[in-house]
């Protein structure tokens, strides 16, 4: 008698498990309309369709005339990049605007790759699609959808494009040959902006997710930095089995527990109790300096940003230097912190002024400096901790550039909380927040051997 009710106790147990096992847990797809009005009861136009940069002599004219009137106030003494971008500096890069920077040549750059728009939930999505101009015989490419991230757009990544469209031109191996969607975040550059409330990084997802579909892609990597790094990791989210890899530059946690919060206190003294790494203790501690002061010297604008965005906005809509100004110094903070005791901030170590100027152009000429800091908004209006997306375990194989001056990087100890099956994790020797326009080889040498381990099939240790 014993035996049969220890046995209907273990089968009893072996169906409770059974019924009860959640199932792998994906971010619903759902749906939206941003575009005017009420969403229309017929298809939306599905078709793809040819898209040129271009610019008017007027809306030139209208440039410089703007630059010729502007108005500068003069520095503090000794204050460098400490109060932001310091006007003595700001002068000699409008000068430059003004009078050297071609900007119709630059247009011709942009334009060496195809691009395209197509509607998508009641917007104009804009993107590149870059294929390889030839191709070994026998092999076939690797679609690979990157995302960019604020203050910056698809131009970040034309110094990676042929390295990756092109590998053995470039002296790289062959092995692995992309054909690139890069899209716009919609509000972002050349991308129409939502016309509603809500357009989060998972509405975007989505919309990406939307366009590799329509592009005839059912398997593809993903990869990004910044905003780009939370969209690729919401669309390996909500698509799993069609994302092979994903690839970040940036990395975060939507959620804080107990033990991480008690790593900040103890991290220092007792790394391997919470998995730190040496480069993970350097970039920490003392948490005072690399850490507390650091996010309150630098995320002012996010504040501003994911609260009343369109207040300020209006101004640097309307104005090109203060555009200029408040885009640029975030290139400054982003690829060194160090950058800020120069009076120059460090900008042309490692970007050219035609480079700077051609990210500052594309939201100048497109209007989208208003609507691109709205994503700021919508992803922050909910709150943390309250959003589906913030539970859901990424399962995807996941490579990781830790670039040491990106001003967001947090240990694997902590992301592994997340992305579960992370293959690839390198601290880069150098590089900041925009590797990939900042350090092209060392961002696509990482992306490469990351794609190996995925082609083989290693997976995470």
């Excluded at 970040?248 to 790394?271: D, H, R």
């Excluded at 800091?373 to 589906?388: Q, T």
């Excluded at 947090?410 to 992301?415: D, E, K, V, Y």
Aim: charged share 20%; net charge neutral; with cysteine.
């Amino acid at each position: 008698m014993l035996l049969e009710v220890l046995l209907a106790a273990v089968l009893g147990a072996i169906i409770y498990l059974f019924l009860t096992k959640k199932k792998e847990e994906t971010l619903p797809m759902g749906d939206g309309w941003w575009g005017k009005g009420p969403k229309p009861e017929s298809e939306e136009d599905a078709t793809i369709h040819p898209f040129k940069v271009e610019t008017s002599e007027a809306e030139i004219n209208y440039l410089h005339r703007r630059l010729d009137e502007a108005r500068f106030t003069e520095p503090l003494e000794g204050s460098y990049f400490h109060y932001g971008f310091n006007s003595t500096y700001l002068k000699k890069v409008i000068f430059y605007w003004r009078n050297q920077f071609d900007w119709k040549k630059q247009i011709e750059v942009l334009n060496q790759f195809p691009h395209f728009k197509t509607k998508i939930e009641g917007i104009d999505v804009h993107f590149l699609h870059v294929k390889p101009s030839h191709m070994p015989e026998g092999q076939t490419t690797k679609p690979l959808l990157m995302i960019h991230g604020w203050p910056s757009s698809i131009y970040e990544f034309y110094k990676i494009i042929p390295l990756l469209t092109d590998p053995l031109s470039h002296n790289l191996s062959g092995d692995h040959i992309f054909e690139i969607i890069c899209p716009s975040i919609p509000g972002f550059g050349f991308s129409e902006a939502p016309h509603k409330r809500g357009f989060n990084s998972v509405c975007c997802a989505r919309v990406f997710y939307k366009l590799m579909l329509r592009l005839g892609f059912r398997e593809f990597y993903t990869q990004g930095g910044d905003w780009g790094a939370i969209t690729a990791v919401n669309l390996a989210q909500i698509a799993p089995r069609h994302v092979k890899g994903l690839h970040i530059n940036m990395t975060t946690v939507t959620t804080v527990g107990f033990k991480q919060l008690l790593s900040l206190l103890l991290g220092q003294y007792f790394p391997r109790l919470f998995g730190f790494q040496a480069e993970d203790v350097e970039r920490m501690f003392p948490l005072k300096k690399k850490v507390f002061y650091k996010f309150l010297r630098e995320t002012a604008y996010f504040h501003i940003q994911a609260t009343k965005p369109d207040t300020i906005g209006y101004a640097f809509n309307d104005s090109p230097v203060g555009l200029a100004a408040y885009i640029l110094e975030k290139f400054c903070v982003g690829t060194d912190p160090n950058y800020c005791y120069l009076e120059d901030g460090g900008l042309e170590k490692k970007f050219t002024l035609d480079d700077l100027l051609t990210i500052v152009m594309i939201y100048w000429v497109s209007g989208c400096i208003t609507t691109s800091m709205r994503f700021y908004k919508e992803n922050a209006r909910i709150g943390r901790g309250v959003n589906k997306h913030e539970k859901v375990i990424v399962k995807v194989p996941t490579g990781v550039a830790s670039f040491p001056n990106d001003p967001l990087n947090i240990p694997r100890s902590w992301l592994q909380q997340k992305c579960v099956n992370i293959i690839s994790f390198n601290y880069m020797p150098r590089g900041g927040h925009q590797a990939a326009l900042e350090e092209p080889e060392l961002f696509t040498a990482d992306f490469l051997q990351f794609v190996e381990k995925v082609e083989k099939g290693n997976i995470a240790k």
